[in-house]
């Protein structure tokens, strides 16, 4: 066995020699002040590194704040069922509307729930009322008033469909 490993290779001796770019200098010439940077006065230098080491400080203390807001947004409890909150709603719309006027005893309420109230139809009664509703818009479409005036009609008809169950103004 041959315990020479590079017995049998032959290297080209121009392949060894090596030109160096004029911008690559070497540490020597450099501190001998040939094309160097500005040679700093140690107070100068004392004052880079402490700007550095404060810049260093405030980039942790920005990455903590950050780290401390991302664990408190975590942390906060994201409310999963809001049916309570919607079923809430129609009643303080109530007692706002409440305030505003006196309630009155002629005022008509209609039986079909509230859009808010969508949610606790059955299906067949939210089928009905998505059948109303198309008949009522085809025949708003069919309408010579719409023709002249389509959002003058639209709010004709949303005005008298509020008048009819008891919705008031618009």
Same mark, same amino acid.
């Given at each position: 066995?041959?315990?020479?490993?590079? #017995?049998?290779?032959?290297?080209?001796?121009?392949?060894?020699?090596?030109?160096?770019?004029?911008?690559?200098?070497?540490?020597?010439?450099?501190?001998?002040?040939?094309?160097?940077?500005?040679?700093?006065?140690?107070? @100068?230098? $004392?004052?880079?590194?402490?700007?550095?080491?404060?810049?260093?400080?405030?980039?942790?203390?920005?990455?903590?704040?950050?780290?401390? #807001?991302?664990?408190?947004?975590?942390?906060?409890?994201?409310?999963?069922?809001?049916?309570? $909150?919607?079923?809430?709603?129609?009643? $303080?719309?109530?007692?706002?509307?409440?305030?505003?006027?006196?309630?009155?005893?002629?005022?008509?309420?209609?039986?079909?729930?509230?859009?808010?109230?969508?949610?606790?139809?059955?299906?067949?009664?939210?089928?009905?009322?998505? @059948?109303?509703?198309?008949?009522?818009?085809?025949?708003?479409?069919?309408?010579?008033?719409?023709?002249?005036?389509?959002?003058?009609?639209?709010?004709?008809?949303?005005?008298?469909?509020?008048?009819?169950?008891?919705?008031?103004? $618009?």
């Amino acid at each position: 066995m041959n315990t020479d490993v590079f #017995a049998g290779t032959k290297i080209d001796p121009s392949a060894l020699v090596q030109k160096l770019d004029p911008d690559t200098r070497s540490v020597a010439s450099i501190r001998r002040g040939a094309d160097a940077r500005a040679i700093l006065p140690k107070k @100068e230098k $004392l004052k880079l590194r402490r700007e550095r080491w404060l810049q260093k400080i405030e980039a942790i203390k920005l990455a903590e704040q950050k780290r401390k #807001a991302e664990r408190r947004r975590r942390a906060t409890v994201v409310v999963g069922d809001l049916q309570p $909150l919607k079923d809430a709603l129609p009643e $303080l719309l109530e007692l706002e509307a409440g305030g505003r006027r006196p309630p009155s005893a002629g005022v008509r309420v209609s039986r079909r729930p509230r859009p808010a109230e969508l949610s606790r139809m059955s299906a067949a009664q939210r089928l009905q009322l998505l @059948e109303e509703e198309r008949a009522r818009f085809q025949e708003l479409l069919a309408s010579p008033s719409y023709r002249a005036g389509p959002l003058l009609a639209i709010g004709q008809q949303l005005a008298q469909q509020m008048q009819l169950h008891g919705g008031g103004q $618009l």
